[in-house]
């Protein structure tokens, strides 16, 4: 049955018994076309609702379900950074630490003679640029070293140089610098130290190491021999060194617990 | 399934998974410059385990370094022992580290938060 078609023959036959002033024959038949027409389109309606609620309910189930997802997926981002920053942390911190154990000597703290050999080379570079940003290096090396390690074992021995090397820091300005540069020998640098004044630095050196607190009272207090020299611009840093090298040897044999310069 | 066995590299970590004992182990740094072609086969062989076969699954960790892609992948790995463990499937998880880097075991922590399978995270002795 075509509604349209239906709709018109009914809404005639209807409107001709409405406008009717007493009750047309066969009244009832288009009476019972509208109350099944009118039931019709209410059941329609009801499935319309129905279905119509239904779909509501469908997204808003999904709009929820995207943002329980969201809501994971930030939490899940957020975990992340957090962690990677930590990790991010954790990596610099090892650097740093890296970074320490390849310039510093473990024993005595000092920075090694890799990290002096490079700040030489600078210093002597700045040198050749500016001549007169002349600097002095000084060796300094534990008198009788080997004796405290044969008598005494290594262990004190290692207590000796950290002795001796904490007494030289101590007396060095803070643009000084003290390294460890192996065994029980110590290299010093000083920039824009001028020749006049080396001898009373490395002699206060000296004295510096001997007045420093013992150790113990068996073994005896360390002294140090010195040998220095100022650097000459131009020169390679290795002939400073050499040159150095022979003025610590020119004290130890001198008798030892003195500084020489060449 | 196949068992898969990846030599560690300076930035990704040893990988041995033994399927017939169900057994994942993992150790190193993790780095890779292509982190998805590095975690999809383990991922793949996590999820091919836990459906073709009903035998517990252990993971044993040594990781050190995570960067962000790997810490994300080792989230979705942990995300999968979940899903299997609510399913009432036996997982876990041993997480041990170096005593001397106390802070991977914090690390841990973080990935342990959100999973209630059996997690341990302790010291290597």
């Known amino acids: 049955m075509s509604p349209l078609h239906l709709n018109d023959n009914l809404e005639e036959q209807i409107e001709a018994l409405l406008t009717a002033d007493t009750p047309v024959d066969g009244w009832k038949e288009p009476l019972r076309e509208l109350f099944q027409r009118y039931m019709d389109q209410q059941r329609l309606l009801d499935r319309l609702t129905h279905i119509a609620d239904r779909f509501q309910a469908a997204e808003r189930e999904r709009s929820q379900g995207y943002l329980v997802n969201y809501e994971k997926k930030v939490r899940q981002l957020e975990k992340i950074v957090r962690i990677s920053d930590q990790y991010q942390t954790m990596l610099h911190q090892l650097k740093e630490r890296l970074e320490h154990a390849s310039n510093y000597d473990s024993l005595t703290n000092l920075p090694n003679r890799r990290y002096m050999t490079i700040r030489l080379e600078e210093t002597a570079a700045q040198a050749a640029r500016k001549p007169e940003a002349g600097f002095t290096v000084m060796i300094a090396d534990v008198d009788d070293f080997k004796a405290v390690n044969d008598k005494f074992g290594h262990a004190a021995g290692d207590r000796v140089l950290q002795a001796v090397a904490h007494a030289l820091e101590l007396a060095l300005r803070e643009y000084d610098m003290c390294a460890r540069w192996g065994g029980e020998e110590f290299l010093l640098l000083f920039p824009a130290c001028e020749s006049a004044n080396a001898p009373l630095v490395a002699e206060r050196l000296r004295l510096a190491v001997a007045a420093a607190p013992r150790i113990s009272e068996e073994i005896p207090a360390p002294t140090i021999s010195i040998g220095y020299t100022q650097h000459r611009t131009g020169e390679n840093i290795d002939k400073t060194l050499l040159r150095a090298d022979e003025a610590l040897y020119k004290a130890k044999n001198a008798g030892r617990n003195c500084s020489i310069g060449m | ?125």
Request: with cysteine; proline share 7%; charged share 25%.
């Open chain 2, 1 to 125: 399934m196949n068992d898969l066995e990846l030599a560690q590299t300076p930035s990704t970590p040893a990988v041995r998974m033994d399927h017939k004992v169900g057994r994942v182990f993992m150790a190193g740094d993790s780095y890779p410059e292509n982190p998805f072609e590095f975690f999809q086969p383990i991922i793949d062989w996590i999820d091919t385990f836990l459906k073709e076969t009903s035998r517990p699954l252990s993971f044993d960790l040594e990781l050190v370094y995570l960067n962000t892609s790997s810490i994300r992948a080792m989230m979705d790995i942990f995300d999968r022992l979940e899903e299997a463990h609510q399913s009432g499937r036996q997982v876990n998880v041993l997480w041990s580290y170096d005593p001397d880097n106390e802070r991977v075991g914090e690390l841990a922590e973080e990935f342990k938060e959100d999973c209630t399978f059996p997690f341990t995270i302790a010291p290597r002795s």
